[in-house]
């Protein structure tokens, strides 16, 4: 089961909604998800799926390694910007399942705040 499935999983399990998905032209951005609460459309927040910095060469969509993957309340202005991450998921080290838990919980406590 990919990770994106994985996450798209656990979102909808707790009434997040994928509304968009989008690709920007910046090399590091691979794809990125506008995510919004399903019972109140004003709270929402953006999913980057960052590319590895370190990734050499001319990129084609897809190409790379997926970094990070970054929830942030407005879409972030590069790679390592984090003035407005609400919770993030490093890849390069295991234990998936247990981080993406820690991410939603996050996402949950984000969710109470400003509602």
């Keep these: 089961m990919s990770y994106k499935y ?7 399990s707790k009434n997040w909604d994928i509304v968009e998905i989008g690709f920007s032209e910046e090399w590091w951005d691979n794809e990125n998800w506008k995510i919004q609460y399903r019972f109140n459309s004003s709270i929402c927040f953006y999913l980057c799926f960052i590319i590895d910095p370190m990734f050499d060469g001319n990129r084609k969509k897809g190409q790379g390694i997926i970094y990070e993957i970054k929830a942030s309340t407005k879409f972030p202005q590069n790679w390592n910007d984090d003035t407005n991450t609400i919770a993030a998921i490093e890849m390069s080290k295991r234990k998936f399942d247990l981080k993406l838990k820690e991410f939603i919980d996050i996402l949950e406590n984000y969710k109470k705040v400003i509602s």
């Design 6 to 12: 994985q996450i798209e999983q656990a979102l909808l």
